[in-house]
């Protein structure tokens, strides 16, 4: 399905989900949120795009993170 930016930023808690988006793609992350190696940190993210974060934390420019990210995939922006 395609979703709009308003359907994504309207999931921003647990409670409601946690989506975000990335390159064009949108992610049900709420089942992650309690597993991120990085803590509470990813809630920043929540309802709003990756992008913006993870040019700050390099730690995410490996292969293996974009594997981790492809599972939660709901549809596209
Ligand atoms: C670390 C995934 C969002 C901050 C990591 C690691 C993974 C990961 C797999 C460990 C990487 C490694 O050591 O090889 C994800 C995924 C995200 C996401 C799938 C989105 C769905 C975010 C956001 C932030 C963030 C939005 C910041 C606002 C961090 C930090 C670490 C980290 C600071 C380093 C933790 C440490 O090593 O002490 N993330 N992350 N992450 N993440 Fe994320």
Do not use: C
């Not at 359907?7 to 990335?22: C, Q, S």
């Not at 049900?28 to 795009?49: N, Q, R």
């Amino acid at each position: 399905p395609v979703y709009t930016q308003d359907d994504v930023t309207k999931h921003r808690t647990l409670e409601d989900g946690v989506w975000v988006t990335y390159n064009g793609s949108v992610y049900d992350i709420t089942d992650f949120v309690a597993v991120h190696p990085g803590g509470d940190k990813i809630m920043l993210a929540a309802g709003g795009a990756l992008e913006p974060f993870w040019a700050l934390y390099a730690v995410h420019n490996q292969e293996h993170v974009l594997e981790i990210l492809a599972e939660y995939k709901v549809g596209e922006l």
